[in-house]
């Protein structure tokens, strides 16, 4: 009977640990929930409007291009540049395709791999971009124009033009970039 009582006793202790280990992770997830939030909040960075920023079609160096084509995969960005007559497309899933001769590829290939798209974004850069704008030195300019659209998430539309979120989701940016020649 003593053994019954020993074992009762144990379990009790077991159930109660549990019971402060599940407390305690619940509490702490609840603290760094609460903790994000208020630092989100209190970021006024993070209420910026880029559409109505001073600089919505700003001249850019073709160093930030290039920069902006390496961030593409890595962020919620789509990046279009409108080159001579042609459209190159920089979208996760929907990349415009250049061959080694620096032409684009119509049989509509799919880069699978993160070597493909590495490859496919250096042809473009060294093939296309460089050598049709004459590389950083010769100091060629575009323009940027970019929006955001919502990614995903539910979002209501009242009549007044004013958006309602019933379930938060992300937004995509959509970058254009067009060759600059000043006036």
Same mark, same amino acid.
């Given at each position: 009977?003593?053994?019954?009582?020993?074992?009762?006793?144990?379990?009790?202790?077991?159930?109660?640990?549990? #019971?402060? /280990?599940?407390?305690?992770?619940?509490?702490?997830?609840?603290?760094?929930?609460?903790?994000?939030?208020?630092?989100?909040?209190?970021?006024?960075?993070?209420?910026?409007?880029?559409?109505?920023?001073? @600089? *919505?079609?700003?001249?850019?160096?073709?160093?930030?291009?290039?920069?902006?084509?390496?961030? %593409?995969?890595?962020?919620?960005?789509?990046?279009? #540049?409108?080159?001579?007559?042609?459209?190159?497309?920089?979208?996760?899933?929907? @990349?415009?395709?250049?061959?080694?001769?620096g032409?684009?590829?119509?049989?509509?290939?799919?880069? =699978?791999?993160?070597e493909?798209?590495d490859? =496919?974004?250096?042809?473009?850069i060294?093939?296309?971009?460089? *050598?049709?704008?004459?590389? /950083?030195?010769?100091g060629?300019?575009?323009?940027?124009?970019?929006? @955001?659209?919502?990614?995903?998430? /539910? %979002?209501?539309?009242?009549?007044?033009?004013?958006?309602?979120?019933?379930?938060?989701?992300?937004?995509?940016? %959509?970058?254009?970039? %067009?060759?600059?020649?000043?006036?």
């Amino acid at each position: 009977m003593e053994n019954a009582v020993d074992a009762l006793k144990i379990a009790f202790a077991v159930f109660v640990f549990v #019971l402060a /280990i599940t407390v305690t992770f619940s509490v702490i997830s609840q603290a760094k929930s609460t903790a994000d939030n208020v630092l989100y909040y209190s970021d006024e960075t993070n209420f910026y409007n880029n559409l109505a920023s001073k @600089e *919505k079609n700003r001249i850019v160096s073709i160093t930030d291009v290039i920069s902006t084509l390496y961030r %593409y995969r890595d962020e919620l960005i789509s990046v279009t #540049l409108k080159l001579d007559g042609e459209e190159y497309i920089f979208n996760s899933g929907s @990349e415009t395709v250049i061959k080694d001769n620096g032409e684009i590829d119509t049989n509509n290939p799919k880069l =699978n791999s993160e070597e493909d798209k590495d490859k =496919n974004l250096k042809n473009f850069i060294n093939k296309v971009l460089l *050598k049709k704008y004459g590389g /950083i030195e010769r100091g060629t300019t575009f323009k940027e124009e970019f929006g @955001e659209a919502p990614y995903s998430g /539910i %979002y209501d539309i009242g009549t007044d033009g004013s958006e309602i979120t019933l379930s938060s989701g992300d937004k995509k940016v %959509y970058i254009t970039y %067009y060759p600059y020649l000043e006036e």
